[in-house]
């Protein structure tokens, strides 16, 4: 739908939580910003009535922008499963990410859980937030494949593992935050 429309996936700006993501249009640049769900519905949002919108400007703005870009990641594991998940993690998927760090693409890292529980709609276990270092960064072609044949030269193991650290996930979902300021 959406290259059909003439939009390429690379004009999306990302697909946020909710559903929903904004793009522009390549060969038009005075149709402005479209609003779209991801089953394929675009519609053209009034800026003048949705503050989510002015989120999702803003979004977008820092695209053009060598800022960083924060993006929080929820990990939701099956019940029982939340010690063996984070060995897991710990083992094959951090490793990946300390050596983006070291090459610069990530600026900063943070792994954090809650201290309480909450109800079971909203809850999580885990959260990872990486600052990267912009967001081109998370969709230059990097090959995080090829990072992990260097890492981990057992490839039968570790492809079994992070096969298995998914299969106990009972929800995984991103979100890209924006810094916002209080005293403007």
């Not at 640049?29 to 949705?50: A, Q, T, V, Y």
């Not at 710990?90 to 201290?115: A, C, S, V």
């Not at 998914?166 to 403007?184: N, R, S, Y």
Request: net charge neutral.
């Amino acid at each position: 739908m959406v290259r059909d429309a003439g939009w390429s996936v690379g004009d999306a700006a990302m697909a946020l939580g909710s559903g929903f993501f904004v793009a522009r249009s390549p060969q038009n640049d005075n149709c402005g910003l479209w609003l779209g769900m991801r089953i394929g519905h675009w519609r053209r949002p009034k800026l003048e009535f949705s503050p989510f919108f002015i989120t999702l400007i803003e979004i977008m703005e820092n695209k053009t922008q060598d800022k960083p870009y924060t993006v929080e990641y929820y990990y939701k594991t099956q019940w029982g499963h939340a010690d063996e998940f984070i060995r897991l993690y710990k083992k094959n998927h951090h490793p990946l990410l300390k050596k983006q760090m070291e090459l610069g693409r990530i600026l900063k890292l943070t792994l954090t859980r809650p201290r309480l529980h909450g109800t079971e709609d909203g809850r999580w276990d885990f959260r990872v937030t990486i600052v990267w270092r912009n967001i081109q960064t998370t969709d230059d072609g990097f090959s995080e494949e090829k990072l992990a044949r260097e890492l981990f030269p057992d490839q039968e193991t570790y492809k079994k593992e992070e096969q298995r650290r998914f299969e106990i996930l009972a929800g995984h979902w991103d979100v890209p935050v924006l810094d916002m300021e209080l005293e403007k």
